[in-house]
């Protein structure tokens, strides 16, 4: 059912916790099905630096939470505000149809702390 790319980030969160100092921080909620995500970013010379997220949720959220870390990290602010759901989509080897709204949460939390940032 799940993707071997997806049960790993699952299984073994990358960035999973606080940030302290972080330049941007923010909280996003799917109120139909209950899933929180909140991601902080630190940014320094204009690229993220460091990138943390916690997460409620189902797996897949838990799971693009993770993934959305190691996708934005290291990237320009605006090269990580061109990251796209199906790009988060394809790298973690899909998502059943039920499950497409981790991917939005995701993409919508990270646009949110770009948006915070300006």
Do not use: W
């Not at 299984?11 to 996003?28: I, Y």
């Not at 605006?78 to 394809?90: F, G, H, M, Q």
């Amino acid at each position: 059912m799940y993707s071997p790319q997806l049960l790993d980030h699952f299984e073994h969160p990358r960035n999973v916790g606080n940030l302290a100092g972080a330049s941007a921080q923010v909280r996003v909620e799917n109120p139909v099905c209950g899933d929180i995500l909140e991601l902080a970013i630190r940014i320094d010379n204009g690229r993220i630096c460091e990138i943390r997220f916690r997460a409620k949720g189902c797996v897949p959220a838990m799971a693009c939470g993770s993934l959305i870390t190691e996708m934005a990290n290291g990237r320009t602010v605006e090269e990580a505000a061109s990251i796209r759901r199906r790009d988060l989509v394809r790298s973690i080897g899909g998502l059943p149809e039920a499950s497409g709204h981790a991917a939005q949460l995701a993409i919508d939390a990270l646009k949110a702390a770009v948006e915070e940032l300006k």
